[in-house]
Each structure stands twice: as structure tokens, then as C-alpha cells.
């Protein structure tokens, strides 16, 4: 088995409220069926079991970029959003938070009996997954979220968290069936994250041995490990800074996003008359469904679709994000039946973007960008758990 990863993050309370969460949730399927129509089932576990493309989508999709609750609202709504389709997709979300976790075997024993796999060898699997990083891995953190995806081709993925209370970190865990091997003989590239001295790991090829008599401490060391697993460990503060996001990615998107760019493109004349608001939306969704690997190093940067309850790094656009659903849904709508004009438009939005930054020189901080969503934030339906945004006289029309 192959770990993907580890993402560090800040214990971050607060629920999500509903008139965000359903738009998560409603953004959620076409970005996924968008997925699974262009790169296959494969292809989104894989991503699924990657921290940084995660922390991305949870961004894109609404939430606190560097909050710990990314993993249960990213995972709650794909359950949501997927199982009613699950059979069409061929993409199962088993598992939960809490006691819900504990229902994974038994819900992967009914997604064997609808798609004919071995519902006892998933279960198994699940089982296996998080005693490995609970039990025969002790670093610290108790795993207590345990989420379980499986495709009808028998592929899955595993994205399970663990919580440290006393320092106030969890810990989330991806892992991918692409490379199994085996649970009890180094099933991981690596165990990642903050350096916690001795940790006890069973699964290690050198305990073998002792993996009879459970006594073995093995140290790791962490320069080893973070250069072969990615580790994603995000700061505590609310807040977007300069040094959260890539500058000049960020840039091209926003010239990108202007009105008067978009009328060279000929590309973009299906995407006319929504407005440069909501070209950029569109550009960082875009970039989750078919940015590569490298385009996730900074998760921050997918907060400017939409904001986020809290208002950082501003309030939820929610007339944005209506219009960013609405057009992601046409299109995947109009792919079902071989229109795929539009779908081809949006994915656009990205190579251009991307084009852009080779010879894009970025002129103001993030700063800038933040204190302008802001401004406007009224005239997009802004929305925060405290309310609407209101304009400030002297903010223009």
C-alpha cells in the first residue's frame, strides 16, 4: 500500500452553515462528474489521496483553507453528492466521522453486493487501513474519521484523520490501492509529519520479527521522510498572506478573469455575459479538475473562488457561486449528450491561465486583491456566518 501523503492542520471549530454547505455539495458532483468523464475513476481516487489537490478542492468548494474541518465537509458533501449517484458514477463514499466510521465495513459489504466485487476484501481493507495508522502505528494522533471510496473496478482510496486535543492539530491520512503490496510489511512510502521523536510502527520491515510478540519502537528519520511523502503542514491564523499564495499564478488568473481579455479568446465566447467575477471562480475550478500535481502547492489560492464562512480571506459570494454551479452543471449536462463545447471552454480557462504566467509580472500583493473582494463584496451576495455583506458608503456603485 501506497501512502500518499499527510497534511498537518489547526483544530478549527464551527459548523458549516446550511445555505454554504448546500452549495458545496452542489458544486461538488459536476466538478467530480467532470473528473471521472475526462481522466476516469482511476484518476480521482488518485487525487483524492493527495493532500495538497484536497486541501485545493476544499478551498474551491468554500471552506477555510487551512482549517482541519476541510476533511469532514469535503468528505460529508461528496458522500451526499455522490451516493445518490453512485451507481451511474461508479464512485462509492463509505465511512464517517465518530460512530459513523464505524458503519464503513458494513456499508462496503452493500456496495459488493450492487457492483459484484468482494465486499468482505473492501471491508477488510477499511479494517486494516485505520488499525494500521491507529494501532500499528502510534504517532500521536487517534484516528476518529475514517472515510472509504471505492470504485466499481475495484480501485480505492482511504482518507481517515486523526486528532492531537493537547496541542491542537489533527492529522489527515490519504492512502491509494495502486501500489498494495501488503498491511503488515511497510505499507506506507513513508510515516510524515511534525518529528515526535520515538513512535512505535509494527508495519516496519525490520520488526517483522517481532510483529508476534507487538514490541517493536522504530525512529524515522524526518529528512528522510519528507523527502520521499508529500507533507502538507498549514499555519494556525485565519488569515491569507502573501506567503500563502503563489503570486503570479494568482495574477494571470485575475487578468485572466477581466472582461476585456476574454473577448481575444475565441475559446471563452460560450462562457460570455457571466462576468469577470465569476471567469475567475471558474478558472480556479477549472485548475482543480485538470490542474497537474505541481498546480496544488499552494492550497490558499483556491480561497478566492469563493471565500469562506468565516470571511477569510472574504464572504461567500453566493450570487458567484450560484453562477459557478449553474454553468459547471450545463456543461456537464450537455457532455452526457456529446455537446462538449463548453466543458472544452472551461478546461480552457486553465491552459490559459497557465500560459499567462510564463511572462506574467504580478503588480499588487494579495493585500490588494483581499481588500477589493471586500469592497465589493455586497454586490456579489456576500455571505458570512454573521450575516450579509453591507456596502460602505464611498465604495462606488
Known amino acids: 500500500m501506497k501512502r500518499s501523503g499527510t497534511a498537518d492542520l489547526k483544530l478549527m471549530g464551527g459548523s458549516i452553515p446550511t445555505w454554504l454547505f448546500d452549495r458545496m455539495t452542489r458544486l461538488s458532483l459536476p466538478i467530480v462528474e467532470t473528473i471521472l468523464m475526462e481522466y476516469g475513476k482511476k484518476e480521482f481516487l488518485k487525487r483524492i489521496s493527495d493532500p495538497f ?6 478551498a474551491v468548494i468554500g471552506m477555510d483553507w487551512n482549517s482541519s474541518g476541510v476533511t469532514t465537509t469535503v468528505m460529508s458533501a461528496l458522500k451526499k453528492s455522490l451516493n445518490p449517484h453512485a451507481q451511474e458514477l461508479g464512485i462509492f463514499v463509505c465511512g464517517g466521522k465518530g460512530k459513523d466510521s464505524l ?4 456499508e462496503l459489504l452493500r456496495v459488493g453486493d450492487i457492483t459484484g466485487l468482494d465486499g468482505n476484501d ?16 502510534q504517532d500521536g494522533f487517534q484516528v476518529y474519521m475514517h472515510y472509504f471510496l471505492v470504485s466499481d473496478e ?9 486528532m492531537k486535543p493537547e496541542d491542537g492539530r489533527a492529522r489527515r491520512y490519504h492512502w491509494n490501492s495502486s501500489s498494495l503490496k501488503s498491511f503488515v510489511e511497510e505499507p506506507h512510502t513513508a510515516i510524515c509529519g511534525d518529528h515526535q521523536g520515538d513512535i512505535l510502527n509494527l508495519v516496519d520491515r525490520k520488526a517483522k520479527p517481532t510483529q508476534i510478540s507487538m514490541l517493536n519502537i522504530a525512529q524515522e528519520d524526518p529528512d528522510k521522510i519528507l523527502a520521499e511523502i508529500p507533507h502538507m503542514k498549514l499555519p494556525n491564523y485565519f488569515d491569507v498572506k502573501d506567503q500563502d499564495v503563489d503570486i503570479k499564478r494568482m495574477g494571470s488568473i485575475l487578468w ?12 471563452l465566447l460560450l462562457l460570455k455575459g457571466l462576468g469577470p467575477r465569476t471567469l475567475q471562480s471558474l478558472a480556479l475550478v477549472s485548475e482543480v479538475i485538470h490542474g497537474t500535481h505541481s498546480r496544488f502547492t499552494d492550497p490558499a489560492r483556491f480561497s478566492f473562488a469563493h471565500g469562506s464562512k468565516g470571511g477569510k480571506p472574504f464572504p461567500v459570494p453566493t450570487k458567484v457561486y450560484d453562477e459557478t454551479i449553474s454553468t459547471l452543471k450545463t456543461a456537464v449536462e450537455k457532455a452526457k ?11 480552457k480557462l486553465s491552459e490559459l491561465a497557465q500560459a499567462a504566467e510564463s511572462d506574467f509580472t504580478p503588480k499588487d500583493g494579495i493585500g490588494n486583491l483581499i481588500q477589493k473582494e471586500n469592497e465589493d463584496s455586497w454586490k456579489y451576495g456576500g455571505r458570512t456566518i454573521g450575516g450579509y455583506s453591507k ?4 465604495n462606488g456603485d
Do not use: C, H, N, Y
Open 391 to 394: 456596502k460602505v458608503e464611498g
Open 337 to 347: 449528450i456529446s455537446s462538449t463545447d463548453q466543458q472544452q471552454a472551461i478546461k
Open 154 to 162: 475495484a480501485d480505492w482510496s482511504v482518507v481517515q484523520q486523526g
Open 53 to 58: 489537490w484536497f486541501q485545493s478542492f476544499g
Open 103 to 106: 458503519q464503513t465495513p458494513t
Open 256 to 267: 485572466l478573469a477581466q472582461e476585456s481579455q476574454t473577448q481575444t479568446f475565441d475559446e
Open 122 to 137: 473492501l471491508s477488510r481493507s477499511s479494517r486494516l487501513s485505520a488499525k494500521v495508522d491507529s494501532t500499528a502505528i
